[in-house]
């Protein structure tokens, strides 16, 4: 009813009206839903709808006896159903990559009935780097198909001393003496690194709350140099496949903030993998073709990783969060296919590559708070809904072989997440995290030394979802 008194019906549409809005001079807007999907609808005036229009005619006399006219139908021939896709969206995206404003775009479509779903997006920089990532799910068959492909490349300009070439010479000191030592020229070498990687498997539900996933994946990374003279060399230093299985399952308390602030239950996963890999060793000569081969040293193992978080509310929706990470190698392996436990998705107060080996193990313990929630504020295309808080502590390590080998790290640090919307529909989750590393240490490989710890790290994330 709009002036009170009892209900009465204003429409009868086939399909459904929903949502209604009162405006100030009588109007009502509504929301329908019809063959072309839902739509905005608006009454300039409203009219009961009598009682008898009300009620559905089971049998043709009934139907005489109203006087109800069926709708016009349009009489065409039968035909197989075609695969029509929706319109194509596209959404900017802008982000500053080692320093360098790097723009792109995502963009996605999919069939009507959702059988088929596709996603990608591409960035690229002034320098030529690029992302490329293109997602496609095929839902027709038990289980859903997958397939994923990724494109990175990535260049870079190193300069080195040229021992042919003597420009001068300068003086040394060693000891009482004092000896001439040649200055070298230099000359320098163009990197360009090449990163692709394609999936391919497929995901089934397990009952209503576990996910599994199988997929097959295969990797090729490669490298092209130039030299200043203008000749080129291009080989391939890794080629790999995987055969993964996953078990995933997210049981939540459901509400509207469980992306930014769970108020309880857990979500995790586990994932089993064999890896067989070839990593680059050096070089031969083709004695038929009389040109270089790369030489590869196989490295193939089995790989289980897992993450498990865990919510419970402790007071006024103040939430205790800890979390457990792990990952485990079967064999030993070149560092490149190390497992690495710092970072922002391990311990945030090292940076990735600090912690690496073929064991890793860490535990973050996590208060979390609301600060401000219903902020329902918009500034422009962008909608303010909550903002939330973390204080958090880390210990873990990565390490080789045993357990005696591995050495606690350990960090603490803050949060922030501000929960937004853009367009009212796309999230845009930001987060902004410092963590502080309480443990120094040192890696050394080869020549190189590198001191980690006793600084502060920053890290800020603007995404879908929450890391």
Known sequence: HIAGGEPEALSNVTGG????SLGAGGQVAYASFGPNGYGIHLF????TVPESAMTYPRRETDRRERDLTPPTTVASAAKPYATPFGKLFILPRIAWDYGRFKPGFYAYTNE???RLSLFGGAQINGEGDRDLYLAADYRVLAPTLFLEAYNITRHRREHFDDPFVIVGERWEHRGADSIAVPVFGKYAIDYTFNLGEVDVGGRHPLGDDFMLTGALRYSN????LRFDDGGT?????MR???????LSSDMRTRSAGMDIHPVGGWKGWIEAARENNRFIEGFEIDQDKYTLLEVYKPYNYFRIEGDLDYYWALWRKVVLNPRLMGGWLSDPVDPFFNLYQGGLQGLRGYSFYSLGGTRRAAVRLSLRFPILVGVAQSVGPVHFDRLTGTLFAEAGDAWNRGLTNAELRRDA???LRLKMFSWYGFPTNLALTAAYGLDRFAVVEGPIRQTYGREWRWYVT???DYL
Request: glycine share 6%; charged share 15%.
């Open 17 to 20: 009206a929903f949502q209604p």
């Open 44 to 47: 300039d005036s409203t009219t």
């Open 112 to 114: 009507f009935l959702e």
């Open 221 to 224: 990374y490669k490298a092209d």
């Open 233 to 237: 060399f291009t080989y391939t230093y």
């Open 240 to 246: 790999g496949t995987a055969y993964l299985l996953n």
């Open 413 to 415: 640090g803050a949060e």
């Open 462 to 464: 603007l995404l879908f």
